[in-house]
């Protein structure tokens, strides 16, 4: 008897397989180095002299690699301090996300009480309502409020719940047997309890998932800063990049060399905890698909 | 203090029930066992509330009051420094037959929202199908590809400023390779809008993980039920995956359509401080709401302008979701 391998339907179907895939290898090559090309353009050109960016015909790396761009860029503005703001701004919003979404998801996901559904549908479609619409009448709440060129505009908001992260942390908690809730129930835990020591360390991965999401939303947070931070000294570092932009013009060594250091802490939590990432868009994927 | 009260109180309460160990107390015990389910259930009811409790407090105070009160500016004169007037539909009037900016926006917005939602949208579901083949490093490939949509920001613009730039930019460096004179982009009014579309098509990734999962969603034995038929590669896909993943496709569409209504940022970053670019064409909606809003201090005018977004983007979902019904396939027949 012949091996199956042998059989002439077979070695055609399976050369046609090999070419198939040595296609999309070459496909997918080619559509990475255009992904990529950007990332390693910004590099190059914060690494050249003003003249070898103006140069025609343009060259790819630098001669010399001018390292001194970054410690100049840095050092043209106050980046330091405008990336410490950044970084107490981003601590608190993480701390706030992560703790009072979790809270209320717990609340929506294991806990029975009147009006719960109803509740839940005003949740989500909060989702729908278009950012700016609230943006001129939250303005005011804080500028009443006296917070304007604070940052409790930034924060405070953070420990009220978001709609998006609520939905997200709810899914996950679901999972949750009831069983095991009950359990903890009989041996005397409140629902505090089960919340912060049973439900948080088992949905550690989403509870991390939280995390990075609302640390890049922080990061990367533009119109907040815009609308409530007036005073230079307490600019966060995307304000305080549009600022350089109109110091330094089109010195596009200066502007790509900070732009990679702001950019840098971003691409480095990617990179460490990207599972995290992929597992947000599945949970959103999974439950609306 | 409190809790060295408490426990003095606790205290003679155990007396007293010790001297008189009437049919009182177990008149009382029996109420209470009475009681017992119902105000489990009750404690049940407010630990809810409580956990519920910081959401409803943002809910009210950061969204229903601040809509109530835009929903009120918006027929009133708002603008700061006098009185606030009611002006019935003045404002509303205003942005239909005198401000020709508003129209300038609108016109802008539809613009990049008609040219944008389904290049992007066709263009994740085409990478995912790429990313969705088994062949080696592709754990790598998925990587790389969804690298662009982790970064964003300021940073993000200026890169693309430069990438943009009509001499010393890379994508006019490319096309050069290619015989193609590249055009001006940020500079030039024809071709503003198309380079934020290119701009956002390189952050194509995000979208595309979502196409991936529900890609490996779909049932393997169908497609081997489709070979024994003698379907095609192309077959395959637009038989089977499309129709299977089109609810994650009307997820992104009607996602992104909100989301593309609301671009502001970009235009604002890569314009002189948000002037609307050359001859105001990245003028966005936001932008001259924005405008309107903080620069002219308008706070009632820019109201209803948020207002008549707000309908429009809303007029535009019940669209979809009323146009969804028709093409968009639900495993089992149950309408989500």
């Not at chain 1, 804080?142 to 604070?150: M, R």
């Not at chain 1, 049973?198 to 990061?219: D, E, Q, R, Y």
């Amino acid at each position: 008897m012949r091996n199956v391998a042998e059989t002439p339907l077979f070695q055609k179907r399976s050369f046609r397989l090999k070419c198939k895939k040595i296609l999309v290898s070459i496909i997918l090559l080619t559509g990475s180095l255009v992904i990529l090309s950007p990332i390693l353009w910004m590099l190059s050109t914060s690494l050249k002299t003003p003249g070898e960016i103006a140069q025609f015909p343009p060259t790819f790396l630098p001669e010399k690699f001018q390292w001194k761009n970054y410690i100049e860029a840095w050092n043209t503005a106050p980046f330091t301090r405008w990336a410490l703001n950044t970084t107490f701004i981003t601590f608190f919003v993480v701390i706030g996300n992560v703790l009072v979404n979790s809270f209320v998801a717990y609340g929506f996901a294991k806990i029975r009480f009147r009006g719960k559904n109803v509740l839940f549908i005003i949740v989500l479609s909060t989702m729908l309502i278009p950012g700016f619409v609230l943006l001129i009448p939250q303005y005011m709440l804080f500028s009443n409020l006296g917070w304007v060129n604070t940052y409790l505009p930034l924060i405070v908001p953070a420990f009220l719940g978001n709609a998006f992260y609520i939905f997200l942390l709810r899914q996950f908690f679901m999972t949750l047997p009831n069983e095991m809730i009950e359990a903890a129930k009989i041996d005397g835990a409140n629902h505090f309890q089960i919340w912060w020591k049973i439900a948080m360390p088992l949905m550690k991965p989403a509870v991390i998932t939280i995390a990075i999401l609302s640390f890049n939303g922080a990061w990367n947070d533009f119109l907040g800063p815009l609308l409530y931070i007036n005073d230079e000294k307490l600019y966060t570092l995307q304000i305080g990049l549009q600022t350089f932009k109109g110091t330094v013009q089109t010195q596009w060594h200066y502007l790509m060399a900070a732009s990679v250091l702001v950019l840098l802490p971003v691409v480095l939590i990617f990179f460490f905890f990207q599972r995290y990432f992929i597992e947000g868009s599945n949970i959103t994927s999974g439950t609306k698909g | 203090m409190f809790i060295y009260e408490g426990g003095k109180k606790m205290d003679s309460v155990y007396v007293k029930s010790e001297n008189k160990k009437s049919s009182k107390a177990v008149k009382k015990q029996k109420m209470e066992k009475r009681h017992f389910i119902k105000s489990l259930r009750h404690r049940e009811e407010l630990a809810g509330y409580l956990f519920i409790a910081p959401w409803i407090i943002g809910f009210l105070f950061l969204m229903l009051g601040p809509l109530l009160f835009s929903l009120y500016a918006s027929f009133t004169n708002y603008n700061i420094t006098s009185q606030m007037k009611f002006v019935g539909f003045e404002n509303y009037k205003r942005m239909f037959t005198f401000d020709e900016l508003f129209w300038t926006s609108l016109w802008n917005t539809l613009y990049y929202v008609v040219f944008s939602v389904p290049i992007t949208t066709a263009g994740a579901i085409l990478l995912a199908v790429f990313l969705n083949q088994r062949v080696p490093g592709i754990k790598w490939y998925r990587t790389l590809f969804y690298l662009p949509a982790v970064l964003s920001g300021v940073g993000v613009y200026l890169l693309w400023m430069q990438l943009l730039s009509p001499s010393t930019g890379l994508v006019n460096i490319a096309l050069s390779w290619f015989g193609i004179e590249g055009p001006a982009w940020l500079y030039s009014p024809e071709w503003t809008k198309p380079a934020l579309i290119l701009m956002k098509l390189w952050s194509v990734g995000g979208g595309m993980l979502l196409y991936l999962a529900s890609l490996q969603g779909v049932p393997k034995t169908m497609y081997e039920a489709a070979e024994i038929d003698g379907a095609g590669t192309f077959q395959k896909f637009f038989k089977i995956t499309l129709p299977m993943i089109t609810p994650v496709i009307f997820f992104d569409i009607v996602t992104s359509l909100i989301g593309g209504f609301q671009i502001f940022q970009e235009a604002y970053v890569m314009t002189e401080n948000g002037d609307g670019g050359p001859v105001n064409s990245l003028l966005f909606y936001n932008l001259h709401m924005w405008n309107n809003a903080f620069e002219m201090f308008n706070m009632g005018y820019a109201s209803s302008m948020a207002w008549m977004l707000f309908v429009i983007v809303m007029l535009l979902t019940v669209i979809n979701l009323k146009i969804g019904k028709k093409w968009v396939y639900y495993e089992g027949g149950d309408q989500k």
